[in-house]
């Protein structure tokens, strides 16, 4: 149990030093953090991400995080970039140098390639008086507060503060561009969050595929269409395409009569089915569908049928 207790003391430690890192990092924001965000904003080109160790490593995060919204951004590694890497930066490109000490050797090729063709350099460090602090045409600075490591050696809390500080420049910019859903699936289209952020009309059925007759039909050609589109229900419409109501497999079992099928399709549908927009994010509609307890919805422009989506599209999808 004294095992147990003493982990547990040391995790608390670790997270309030973590913690009082970032509060450190949001009583020392000013106006250099809007001045690297314009730089990045107005670049023609990329945002270049470098660091070494650990710093390289968290510079790798920030720059795919910058990437998946809306920053074209990629990390060069600055060993590489004395060897050839270096011909990857333009004039038109930012350049975020990541460094705690802000006296990194490695970085040294790099801002001097910076300073020599006019690329902007973005300095992240501790120390604005170290080489990096000077070189950089924008500061922004970390905390200077120490390490979570008892031994004050381990890169923590100042490779926290660091992660932290790239999200404010990702999400920033996000917001400064009105970076939306749709912006966020196309760079995103693989996997659960590609399927979560997927919309009706990429999975609705359109066209031919929708089934609809008119407010004249009887029930014999609605048990024709709902057969051949195989979606379960069929839309009634009237003579300016307006969708009345719809009939569903529950509609017919609850009608079933000998006289079922020389009735018209009006006297049996179902007026006002719940619908849905076609820039309705898919698991919306899926939730909808839960909620109501049935299985499909027309997709509607003007009051007017555009396609249909089942419960089973968004299941095939992966969007549960």
């Known amino acids: ?16 030093k973590e913690i009082d890192a970032l509060k450190v990092l949001e009583s020392e924001l000013n106006g250099d953090l809007s001045k ?16 070494m160790g650990k710093s390289g490593h968290i510079g790798s995060k920030i720059a795919a995080t910058l990437a ?17 890497d270096l011909g990857m930066l333009t004039k038109d490109d930012a350049v975020i140098a990541i460094s705690n000490s802000g006296e990194t ?45 008892p031994l004050g050696l381990a890169p923590t809390s100042s490779t926290t503060a660091t ?3 790239g999200d404010i420049l990702a999400i920033a910019l ?26 009706v009309a990429d999975l609705m059925h359109k066209g031919d ?14 048990l024709l269409v709902m057969t051949s589109k195989m979606l379960g229900c069929v839309g009634i419409t009237d003579s300016q395409g307006h969708l009345k109501g719809m009939i569903t497999d529950g509609d017919l079992r609850r009608c079933m009569s000998n006289n079922m099928f020389t009735r018209k399709a009006v006297d ?39 396609g249909i989506i089942h419960l089973h599209d968004c299941l095939r999808a992966g969007v549960a």
């Open 268 to 306: 049996v549908m179902t007026k006002n089915p719940k619908t849905i927009g076609a820039d309705v994010l898919a698991v919306e509609a899926l939730a909808l569908m839960n909620e109501k307890h049935i299985t499909q919805l027309f997709v509607m422009n003007d009051n007017r049928p555009v």
């Open 1 to 16: 149990m004294t095992e147990i207790h003493d982990d547990i003391q040391s995790a608390r430690r670790t997270i309030e």
């Open 163 to 165: 992660v932290v500080l």
């Open 68 to 84: 998946s919204t809306g920053t074209p951004s990629f990390f060069v590694h600055p060993g590489e970039a004395s060897h050839g």
């Open 105 to 149: 050797k490695e970085l040294s090729d790099i801002i001097i390639y910076c300073k020599r063709y006019g690329i902007p350099l973005i300095a992240m460090t501790k120390n604005p008086a170290s080489a990096l602090g000077k070189a950089g045409d924008v500061l922004l600075k970390l905390p200077d507060n120490g390490e979570a490591c």
């Open 36 to 51: 690297a965000l314009d730089i990045m904003q107005n670049i023609k080109g990329r945002v270049i991400i470098t660091g």
């Open 209 to 222: 595929e929708i089934p609809l007759i008119s407010d004249t039909a009887d029930m014999q050609e609605a």
């Open 174 to 199: 996000l917001e400064r561009k009105g970076f939306s859903k749709t912006d966020f699936r196309q760079r995103h289209p693989g996997g659960k969050l590609g399927a979560f952020l997927q919309k």
